[in-house]
């Protein structure tokens, strides 16, 4: 579960779901400043991210932890 001050990054599946795999949002990665509960299931983060042009509030459900990103080759 994402926290905050946590480092994260966009899904594989969000960004594949989505179109934009290949792109700027791919290697974007940024820190949870503020999470929000809207509901039971529906948690958004707040994130600052390393890149401009991005939104900063995100569904945590599109979201991956840094560390977890595995390494390809």
């Known amino acids: 579960m994402i926290q905050i001050h946590d480092k994260v990054a966009f899904s594989k599946q969000w ?3 989505t179109g934009q795999y ?8 940024g ?4 999470l929000i509960t ?6 958004i983060a707040v994130i600052t991210w390393d890149r401009d ?3 900063t509030r995100v569904n945590t ?3 991956i932890l840094v560390k977890q990103i595995p390494y390809e080759d």
């Open 22 to 29: 290949i792109g700027e949002l791919s290697y974007a990665r």
């Open 15 to 17: 960004l594949r779901n």
């Open 53 to 55: 042009h991005i939104p």
């Open 61 to 63: 459900k599109n979201l």
């Open 38 to 43: 809207l509901g039971s299931e529906l948690i």
């Open 31 to 34: 820190e949870v400043t503020e």
